[in-house]
């Protein structure tokens, strides 16, 4: 059973900085794609960025580019998103995901998904 918990949320000011973590467990994940999505209130949920557990090749939002990085620690089966610059507009529930073969963006393509960590950034 594949477990993947979300943590690292929280407050912070416009212009400041959070690191999430994504804590995977139950398989290998080397065949597996790993991708960050958030939902704000009243929104549909949202492709944020996405890597591959065995290249490390990765991909982004136009939103987020130039301001987060997605990196992963395969000793530690964990992966990261560093997001600096945050915007209020970044304000959302950020979920963790994880999906087999190739990076896509949509969130019907990911079978597995974290509780969901919340990041609020005030103006």
Avoid: H
């Avoid at 549909?44 to 301001?67: H, M, P």
């Amino acid at each position: 059973q594949v477990q993947l918990v979300e943590s690292g949320g929280g407050l912070v000011q416009a212009g400041g900085s959070l690191r999430l973590s994504c804590a995977a467990s139950g398989r290998t994940f080397s065949s597996y794609v790993m991708g960050w999505f958030r939902q704000a209130p009243g929104k549909e949920r949202e492709f944020v960025a996405a890597i591959s557990w065995l290249g490390g090749s990765t991909y982004y939002a136009d939103s987020v580019k130039g301001r987060f990085t997605i990196s992963r620690d395969v000793a530690k089966n964990t992966v990261y998103l560093q997001m600096n610059s945050l915007k209020p507009e970044d304000t959302a529930v950020y979920y963790c995901a994880a999906k087999r073969g190739a990076t896509r963006v949509g969130v019907k393509e990911y079978d597995y998904w974290g509780q969901g960590t919340q990041v609020t950034v005030s103006s």
